[in-house]
């Protein structure tokens, strides 16, 4: 179908290749939006068939070939410590996928940091749940790998954080109570934490940014059975929003609530639908000085804000491109890095 053409129901037919922090913008269908988000308007390739900036390494733990892709970029200054964000891939996905379809590596070189995007074995996490790899040791591959690191770049211990996408989304709640000693902060879209990790506590301090939909009927926002095959339960997103302010130490004041107006359309696959997408952000300052922030998507599902997210239908394809995630996620930790 040719862009801008009218699609069934009224929809709006434009297939895009969204990516993260530009700052140009255009208007298509009387909304603004990224000039790198609108960079492709046809014909989008996959991952499979992009040669990407990164470098795939392996590394041998626990007795088995592990592998995830490196991207440090020209900008970073190889003469001091960088900050470290992991970025992992949903249930299905690779280091790869998780690469091209977030656009991090953009965000690395504008924000001058080092990304990494590992490989979950058999395209999964174990993420807390008793369903989900439960043997696999994916905390220890975690730390593995930043010992690696340590060994090739200079990595800047103090900040290293992780984010992630569903699957990937719970595993960084997991490693932040699990390896609070290495993570200084997590940014999550559509998960949160898992049932079978309720009763754990960090044991140090951890900043915490959520982003859910509240349509996401995957990995529903107010807790319940995952959709998957590894199936299992969550959490909602309100109780981890309280539990990692408790185990912060408590909030230091009271929360301040914004509002990321919609735009007039939403994404659904790679077609704009008259479906807006308020958010609510939520942001909670705690004594231990970390940040609980919380963004509530309205009629989003279970998508990564400002980017495509093919093979999903109905509710849970609805996208917001009202803000971009992966932006959202790396200011988030760059703040933390300018200590603000």
């Not at 043997?135 to 990595?155: E, N, P, W």
């Not at 107006?261 to 696959?269: A, H, R």
């Not at 239908?313 to 603000?340: L, P, R, W, Y």
Request: charged residues 15%.
């Amino acid at each position: 179908m040719p862009k801008n053409s009218t699609g069934a129901g009224g929809s709006k037919s434009l297939i895009h290749f969204f990516s993260a922090c530009s700052r140009k913008t255009i208007t298509v269908l009387g909304v603004s939006i990224s000039m790198a988000l609108a960079s492709a308007l046809l014909n989008a390739p996959d991952a499979g068939a992009q040669s990407l900036p990164s470098e795939q390494q392996t590394i041998l733990f626990q007795g088995m070939e592990r592998t995830f892709q490196v991207y440090s970029p020209p900008t970073v200054d190889r003469t001091k410590p960088s900050p470290l964000v992991f970025l992992f891939h949903g249930g299905g996905g690779s280091g790869s996928q998780a690469e091209f379809t977030y656009k991090m590596d953009e965000c690395a070189r504008s924000k001058k940091f080092i990304v990494v995007y590992p490989d979950g074995l058999h395209k999964q996490w174990n993420d807390g749940r008793p369903t989900a790899n439960p043997r696999i040791d994916d905390v220890g591959f975690v730390q593995a790998i930043i010992d690696t690191l340590k060994t090739q770049m200079k990595i800047d211990e103090r900040f290293i954080f992780s984010s992630g996408m569903s699957n990937g989304a719970m595993f960084s709640h997991h490693l932040g109570l699990h390896l609070s000693q290495s993570i200084k902060a997590i940014g999550t879209v559509a998960g949160e934490i898992t049932v079978g990790d309720e009763n754990v506590k960090p044991t140090k301090p951890v900043s915490v940014l959520s982003i859910h939909g509240t349509d996401d009927e995957l990995v529903p926002i107010n807790g319940g059975f995952v959709v998957s095959p590894k199936g299992g339960r969550v959490t909602s997103q309100n109780d981890t929003f309280k539990k990692w302010q408790s185990y912060n130490g408590g909030a230091s004041g009271s929360a301040k609530i914004s509002v990321i107006p919609p735009t007039k359309y939403s994404l659904q696959g790679t077609t704009f639908v008259p479906i807006q997408t308020p958010a609510t952000v939520t942001t909670v300052k705690t004594k231990s000085g970390s940040t609980c922030t919380r963004v509530t998507v309205q009629n989003a599902g279970h998508t990564w804000a400002g980017h495509v997210t093919p093979g999903l239908t109905g509710k849970d394809g609805i996208t917001a491109i009202n803000f971009d995630a992966t932006e959202m996620i790396s200011q988030f930790f760059m703040d933390i890095v300018n200590g603000k």
